[in-house]
């Protein structure tokens, strides 16, 4: 079976903090893809990065960064100095690559706020 | 903006009523995915469409079905309507198919159903 458990439920942190978004994930697959997408409060899913189960490498981008560990199916996402427009609901999501058309597999989403 | 669009964006209607939901890929992708986002179930995957054909389903109930024309538009008609089926409707396309995940999905806004 393939799950995605995004455990925390709600954060709120304080303007300019760091927060760390957990995920864990279980397949049987060797090859798969996973996913982290944004929902402002606007409502609309954006996609923010794509992680092939090849690449350990962890990303850096602006103040977000992904910490990808293939040894304890995680993908945890943090977000560096936190900024008010960072608030929404953030879904970590699995794809497998060879059958199921490519479907994603969503967790149950974290909600964040970030106050100022 | 995703490139995505769906229409339209809010949709009231009563119980044992039929909908039909339009979603326009963006230009040049060939598959469209519907997901289904309710309190209760949180982010589904409904069903896949690439260039015509169904590619895969999800947990979808005979109730719903869906199609992809030849212009790649493709509409989910959501049919007998119960309560239980108000929930945000999002369509998502990619550039492939093929059942490979490496196509990143890029969503639209959602249609907002409300059965009474």
């Known amino acids: 079976a393939q799950k995605v458990t995004q455990a925390q439920t709600e954060i709120s942190v304080v303007e300019k903090e760091d927060v760390t978004l957990d995920c864990v994930y279980e397949?049987?697959?060797?090859?798969?893809?996973l996913f982290w997408y944004k929902q402002p409060p606007s409502g609309e899913l954006v996609f923010l990065i794509r992680r092939n189960s090849f690449d350990e490498q962890n990303e850096i981008s602006g103040r977000y960064s992904w910490n990808f560990q293939k040894s304890t199916s995680s993908f945890n996402f943090t977000i560096t100095a936190s900024q008010v427009v960072d608030s929404a609901v953030y879904f970590c999501a699995l794809s497998p690559i060879y059958n199921q058309g490519g479907k994603l597999i969503f967790g149950q989403g974290t909600e964040l706020s970030v106050k100022p | 903006d995703s490139g995505v669009t769906q229409t339209p964006k809010h949709l009231i209607t009563a119980t044992g009523q039929r909908v039909t939901l339009r979603c326009s890929p963006r230009s040049g992708d060939l598959s469209v995915y519907w997901y289904q986002q309710s309190l209760d179930q949180g982010l589904q995957f409904l069903i896949h469409y690439y260039n015509g054909e169904e590619r895969a389903k999800g947990n979808i109930l005979e109730r719903f079905s869906a199609q992809q024309f030849p212009d790649l538009h493709s509409e989910l008609n959501l049919s007998s309507l119960e309560l239980g089926d108000s929930a945000l409707y999002f369509c998502?396309?990619?550039?492939?198919?093929?059942?490979?995940?490496?196509?990143?999905?890029?969503f639209g806004a959602g249609t907002r159903l409300s059965v009474l």
């Open positions: 397949t049987r697959d060797t090859t798969y893809y």
């Open positions: 998502a396309s990619s550039v492939g198919a093929s059942g490979k995940g490496e196509n990143i999905q890029y």
